[in-house]
């Protein structure tokens, strides 16, 4: 009973409606897909045994990584909106599972980088390569000019709500 109320609650829309049955359809159709993204995210975390706040640490640091950046703690602080006592207890949990190792800042010797493992890379790929993979392997079906309208609604839409304050 209480899954049923999650699932029309995730599709329910909180404005009136579309005026006509297609962008009704659009509508309920991007509602969805955000509540499959939504159970998706929830399926990868779970498989993680990652907190929500650690694999998005975790996330960050691989990429700064991948981007040829160095990141420190405080960086981390700003990049996940909470505090410096907060990304101490991220960073430790990372350090003790081997995710992640505090290297020596090379000239402050009160500073350190936080570089991410192999295991780190192996982990968040595999985390999120099958939902990757699922979504390119739907798009590679579309025709370009699907594709292309597609993306500009979503474009479209994207621009509208970044528009919000």
Do not use: W
């Not at 990141?71 to 081997?98: E, F, I």
């Amino acid at each position: 009973m209480p899954q049923s109320i999650i699932a029309n609650e995730a599709e329910h829309l909180y404005a009136a409606g579309p005026a006509t049955e297609a962008g009704q359809r659009l509508s309920a159709a991007l509602l969805r897909m955000r509540r499959a993204e939504q159970r998706q995210e929830a399926r990868s975390l779970g498989r993680s045994g990652l907190s929500g706040l650690d694999l998005r640490a975790l996330r960050y640091l691989v990429q700064a990584d991948r981007d040829g950046r160095d990141l420190g703690p405080k960086d981390l602080v700003g990049m996940l909106g909470t505090s410096s006592a907060n990304v101490t207890n991220v960073v430790d949990r990372l350090v003790k599972r081997q995710l992640v190792a505090r290297v020596e800042h090379p000239t402050d010797r009160r500073a350190h980088h936080l570089r991410p493992t192999e295991a780190a890379f192996s982990d968040v790929d595999a985390i999120f390569m099958r939902h990757h993979a699922a979504l390119v392997s739907e798009i590679d079906v579309i025709d370009a000019e699907e594709a292309g309208a597609a993306a500009r609604v979503l474009e479209r839409l994207t621009r509208a709500l970044d528009a919000l304050d």
